[in-house]
């Protein structure tokens, strides 16, 4: 069957049947390219997905702090609640066995200026820890560090953006920036998945801004993350008891919807991996149909084939040909079609999806792009059903009598 | 030895609850070396028994022994093998494959006898020339003429250097002029030894074999030798 006499008579039949070539290999080329598409724009939407829900930790709780608008206990209604460090510690040391870490959140814009440059920034004062819930991540340098609050230190650590407009590729570490009117040095440069915004920040000790502060003690919010073990239904349990210990502690009505806010995050999580879970399955429906309906026209087009080969056919048998090698040839010859067809297709549809990149971006399909095993293994399964397909027709073409078959007209 | 020899051959159809009768025990042989015509009206049977000796058809009954062979439950790869050692086909529709060139239509039953590629060329042009059609190798089937078209088939029987040549209605599509410009190249492939049977309704191309066979409703009413009509005298 691989003897290189079948594979001329082959190219031979291929190169003489130029319509035919084309119809099959336009089908299957045109059938993989959607599925690979397709499957890519898939992709592309669970990479938007993510990147508007994907950047921050997931186990965390927010606190904040609002006005009341119930009076309650003899406290009048709209009054302004504020937190402060002793929260901090009286979360650590009542919730200790649920949690990961604790940390303020104080945030504030000021001018930064360097040399010539200057631009507005906005300010982050916290804990070290908040390098976990914002997802951080250190290029050069150290983060914010626990000497840092003991002493309330100047340091600062600066997004990627800051020191791109400020340093204009000049090093930064230890360099001094002006931060409205005082001099803070630089100790760390970072990056956020989070996007260009998220990189335009700058962190510093909660301590050092509450110095600054008038010597205060409060802060803006409380970011608690918790252990992930705990789990969803954990994360939801906790929640309710830190805002029951809050409206204690702080005098608000249970029932008052304003007093305090808690951001649950897993709630958050939970819808949204039931909608990438949703989204999943619509992508993988399509991409299943695709598939069967490439594979439908390949069947269509081999049983076609076959079909207009059937006088062909009876003549090759009168003249001696086997049943087993006019079978043979048939199936290789479309075996090798959909093979190199499938395959530019297969290529033709990866590098549509490299090219687009982030130009559908607003259409919510950002880098759109396929696993080449996926890729692959989508194209050999159309090739075997092809061969399949191919095979049913030949057969039985192979099998009617050579009169029969020379009749045909 | 006979090259061909029938014994008691029967053939019917089945065509739903009835059935067709077509061969109704036919007794025949030829020697190697004849050129026979099978004549006779549509129905009578000349065309099936043709199928029958040509390995296309299978008879219900009797024993056909083909060269010493006898060919009798062959699947069809063992047909085919035979087809192609024993036999060659001239049809009345020439059944050329239309996408080859004439030489390539000449050399399909070499490639199929496994011959290397370049014998197979060198073979086919032998036949063309044969058949005067050596300057038409490379074009395809539609640029020829119907008279052109049976030379490539008789060029393409020849090619397999077969045992038997099977002839069915040979000239059928033809214009008289060029029925007699085949006929008069069947009559030299006769002249050179080989063994034809040429099935055909015209009494005409029937005398210009050396024996007619005459088949009416299934049986053979009439087998004779004649004198042969030579064609080349009308080209």
Request: proline residues 11%; without cysteine; aromatic residues 2%.
């Given at each position: 069957m691989f003897n290189r006499d079948n594979w001329k008579e082959i190219f031979e039949t291929i190169q003489k049947n130029k319509l035919r070539t084309f119809l099959s290999g336009f089908t299957v080329a045109l059938g993989i390219l959607i599925f690979v598409v397709l499957y890519g724009f898939g992709n592309g939407l669970k990479n938007t997905f993510n990147e508007f829900f994907g950047n921050?930790?997931?186990?965390v709780l927010y606190l904040f702090p609002g006005r009341t608008s119930e009076p309650y206990l003899g406290y009048k209604a709209n009054r302004r609640i504020e937190f402060d460090n002793s929260d901090l510690k009286d979360i650590k040391e009542n919730f200790a066995m649920f949690l990961d870490y604790v940390t303020p959140q104080i945030s504030r814009g000021a001018l930064a200026k360097y040399g010539e440059e200057s631009d507005n920034y906005s300010i982050r004062a916290a804990a070290p820890s908040i390098q976990e819930a914002e997802k951080v991540i250190l290029m050069e340098g150290r983060f914010i560090n626990q000497s840092d609050i003991d002493n309330k230190t100047k340091n600062i650590v600066i997004g990627r953006l800051v020191k791109k407009d400020l340093f204009q590729g000049k090093p930064a570490l230890g360099e001094f920036i002006d931060l409205g009117g005082s001099s803070y040095r630089v100790v760390g440069v970072f990056q956020d998945d989070g996007g260009d915004r998220e990189e335009r920040i700058i962190y510093m000790s909660y301590t050092t801004r509450q110095r600054l502060d008038k010597?205060?003690?409060?802060?803006?919010q409380i970011i608690v993350g918790f252990k992930p073990a705990i789990g969803y239904e954990g994360a939801m349990a906790l929640e309710k008891s830190l805002s029951t210990y809050f409206r204690e502690k702080k005098y608000i009505?249970?029932?008052?919807?304003?007093g305090m806010y808690i951001r649950n995050v897993t709630d958050q999580l939970k819808q949204n991996q039931q909608f990438a879970g949703v989204l999943q399955i619509i992508i993988s429906f399509f991409c299943v149909g695709t598939l069967i309906a490439g594979i439908i026209g390949i069947s269509n087009i081999m049983v076609f084939v076959v079909k207009e080969r059937t006088k062909e056919i009876g003549i090759r048998k009168a003249l001696g040909a086997t049943p087993k090698s006019v079978i043979g040839t048939i199936l290789l010859e479309s075996i090798f079609i959909t093979t190199i067809s499938g395959f530019i297709g297969m290529m033709i549809g990866v590098g549509i999806l490299t090219g687009l990149g982030d130009t559908l971006k607003d259409y919510f399909i950002t880098d759109p792009y396929i696993d080449m095993g996926i890729a692959i293994a989508s194209t050999i399964m159309l090739i075997i059903f092809g061969g399949i397909a191919g095979y049913i027709p030949a057969k039985r073409a192979a099998d009617i009598k050579p009169i029969v078959a020379l009749r045909d007209e | 030895m006979a090259m061909i020899e029938i014994k008691d051959l029967h053939k019917s159809y089945q065509m739903g609850s009835n059935s067709l009768h077509v061969l109704k025990g036919i007794n025949f042989s030829v020697e190697a070396g004849e050129l026979v015509a099978i004549m006779g009206s549509s129905g009578s049977g000349k065309s099936t028994l043709l199928n029958i000796l040509g390995m296309l058809d299978e008879a219900n009954e009797g024993s056909y022994v083909l060269d010493g062979v006898p060919i009798k439950n062959l699947n069809e790869t063992k047909a085919a093998q035979y087809r192609n050692k024993f036999l060659g086909f001239i049809f009345q529709s020439f059944?050329?494959?239309?996408?080859?060139?004439a030489a390539e239509n000449v050399a399909l039953p070499l490639y199929y006898q496994r011959m290397p590629r370049k014998e197979r060329q060198e073979k086919a042009i032998k036949y063309l020339e044969q058949v005067g059609l050596k300057e038409w190798?490379?074009?395809?089937?539609?640029?020829?003429s119907g008279g052109q078209k049976q030379r490539v088939a008789i060029a393409r029987a020849m090619a397999a250097e077969p045992k038997v040549l099977l002839a069915d209605e040979?000239?059928?599509?033809?214009?008289s002029k060029t029925s007699y410009e085949v006929m008069d190249l069947i009559q030299k492939i006769n002249d050179a030894g080989n063994t034809i049977l040429v099935v055909t309704h015209e009494p005409d191309i029937a005398d210009m074999c050396k024996r007619i066979v005459h088949l009416k409703d299934g049986v053979i009413v009439e087998d004779k030798k004649v004198k042969q009509v030579r064609a080349a005298q009308y080209v």
């Open positions: 921050d930790a997931t186990n010597a205060t003690d409060k802060v803006d009505s249970p029932k008052d919807p304003n | 059944n050329l494959i239309n996408y080859k060139s190798a490379t074009h395809l089937p539609s640029e020829l040979p000239t059928g599509a033809l214009d």
